[in-house]
């Protein structure tokens, strides 16, 4: 895209005031002072904005000096996107609004074979009244089919991705953190500068012995994945060792492997923080604590910084980050403002 022709630097200024407004209320003046863009032209593309329905105006701001600004924002009902994840068991469906809030969702059983049904049904339930549907994300391990079941476009997502996505849309880019997700399978992604898919993490060796799925022997997966815990304890759910003090020992065990599996992941990567996503960031605070020391003790001491959170998202995390990827990719194009601010930053920094 050339970035000088008009009809293209406007299309860019808009998606730059829709993101903007995204973060929260904002006045003209303010949104012109943020973005570095003239008022004369924030006046045209808001104006335009609000003619196609997809910002608002509300009360006035009287936070500054001067005449007091309409504050506009994100017309958060204009659209919607559809967040679907798909587990061993079960496919979440879940409809959000344009501020990436979950307004509904329902679990679709998959007991033994299609829930096309169940999906398709649940779709023209969520749509509501005919408004425009911008797309879906899928988050699963890679292996299902139900794209031909899901409004497109289609944004595909792996578990660990999504819920590092949702972590972000609440707290913002967390820079050199790792992400494992622990479900019933394993996942990881590490955020340095992009947001990167750690597929092969789950399959560090972590213990001596344990064949794992992949053929490995001795996977971290193998040892403390979700299917290998909940047969190896007897417990109902991977939740259930995660929440019931009668499984303490089980989850003390686990730590240990997963400990070194992160501490090697920390020290190739150079990472600043940990944060455990997905069923079993549930775990109770003691088994925080046990692995953030079992980990510094196999760190250096030069990184005795590093800390280990747990996801604010909980078990929500997937769906949430799927609908606010779905955003980011098909209605605030986030992708291509990204990218041109690395071309920015880059010109920025080449001498004259
Ligand atoms: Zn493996």
Avoid at 147 to 161: C, K, Q, T
Avoid at 283 to 312: C, E, G, K, N
Avoid at 314 to 341: I, N, S, T, V
Wanted: with cysteine; aromatic share 4%; net charge neutral.
């Amino acid at each position: 895209m050339d970035f000088s022709k008009p009809d293209n630097a406007r299309t860019i200024n808009r998606l730059k005031v829709l993101s903007e407004l995204r973060k929260g209320r904002c006045s003209k003046a303010e949104l012109s002072r943020r973005l570095g863009i003239n008022k004369v032209s924030i006046g045209e593309i808001t104006a335009s904005l609000m003619k196609e329905g997809l910002i608002t105006e509300g009360e006035k701001d009287f936070s500054s000096a001067g005449r007091p600004g309409t504050l506009l924002s994100v017309a958060k009902d204009a659209g919607r996107v559809f967040a679907f994840v798909v587990r061993k068991r079960s496919v979440s469906v879940a409809v959000s609004d344009l501020l990436g809030r979950i307004l509904r969702f329902e679990r679709i059983p998959r007991a033994g074979g299609s829930c096309r049904e169940g999906i398709e049904a649940a779709v023209e339930r969520m749509k509501g009244d005919g408004r425009c549907i911008y797309g879906s994300a899928v988050v699963s391990d890679g292996d299902e089919e139900i794209d031909g079941m899901v409004p497109s476009p289609i944004l595909h997502l792996p578990p660990a991705v999504a819920e590092a996505c949702a972590e972000e849309a609440r707290h913002g880019k967390l820079e050199g953190m790792l992400f494992l997700s622990w479900s019933y399978a394993l996942d990881a992604a590490v955020r340095k500068g992009e947001l990167i898919h750690l597929p092969e993490l789950p399959h560090i060796r972590a213990q001596k012995d344990g064949i794992c799925p992949c053929g490995g022997k001795g996977c971290l997966e193998a040892a403390i994945g979700g299917d290998a815990m909940v047969s190896r304890t007897g417990a109902p759910s991977l939740k259930e060792i995660a929440r019931n003090g009668i499984y303490r020992d089980a989850l003390s065990e686990a730590l240990k492997p997963l400990s070194f599996a992160l501490a090697s992941a920390m020290q190739a990567l150079s990472l600043e923080g940990m944060m455990i996503t997905g069923d079993m960031s549930a775990m109770p605070d003691w088994a925080y604590a046990q692995l953030q020391s079992l980990v510094m003790h196999l760190l250096p001491p030069s990184r005795q910084d590093t800390a280990i959170f747990r996801a604010t998202a909980g078990d929500k995390g997937a769906m949430e980050g799927a609908a606010a990827a779905a955003l980011d990719a098909f209605f605030y194009q986030r992708p291509l403002l990204d990218r041109l601010e690395a071309i920015e930053n880059l010109s920025s920094r080449i001498p004259t």
